[in-house]
């Protein structure tokens, strides 16, 4: 069975930095991808960043290009998200989510439970 569980979310001040962290399990790590995603009240949930584990090529939506890493300890089976410079609009529950290739939410198959990160202006 396929378990993803996320943890790291909390209240930063605007500027500051949280690292959240997704441990997978019931799966061949390599075989899969694990993107984040999050989602603000009354908004769309959107894609944050996303991890192939096989080879660690990672791609960014663009909000957060330079500010957020994603990174992966296959030992772990763990996948970090990496987040500096946060701002108050980077304020959302946090979800990270696997499946075969990075895709949008729709297309994702298998979801963590979310994580707050609240960034306080």
């Known amino acids: 069975e396929v378990q993803l569980q996320a943890s790291g979310g909390g209240l930063v001040q605007a500027g500051g930095f949280l690292r959240l962290s997704c441990a997978a399990s019931?799966?061949?790590?390599?075989?899969?991808?694990i993107g984040w995603f999050r989602q603000a009240p009354g908004k769309e949930r959107e894609g944050v960043a996303c991890?192939?584990?096989?080879?660690?090529?990672?791609y960014y939506g663009d909000a957060v290009k330079g500010r957020f890493t994603v990174y992966s300890d296959k030992a772990k089976k763990t996948v970090y998200l990496q987040m500096n410079s946060l701002k108050p609009e980077d304020t959302a529950v946090y979800y990270c989510?696997?499946?075969?290739?990075?895709?949008?939410?729709?297309?994702?198959?298998?979801w963590g439970q979310g994580t707050q990160v609240t960034v306080s202006s």
């Open positions: 019931g799966f061949t790590f390599d075989d899969y991808v």
């Open positions: 991890i192939r584990n096989s080879d660690g090529a990672s």
């Open positions: 989510a696997a499946d075969d290739h990075c895709g949008g939410y729709n297309y994702m198959g298998y």
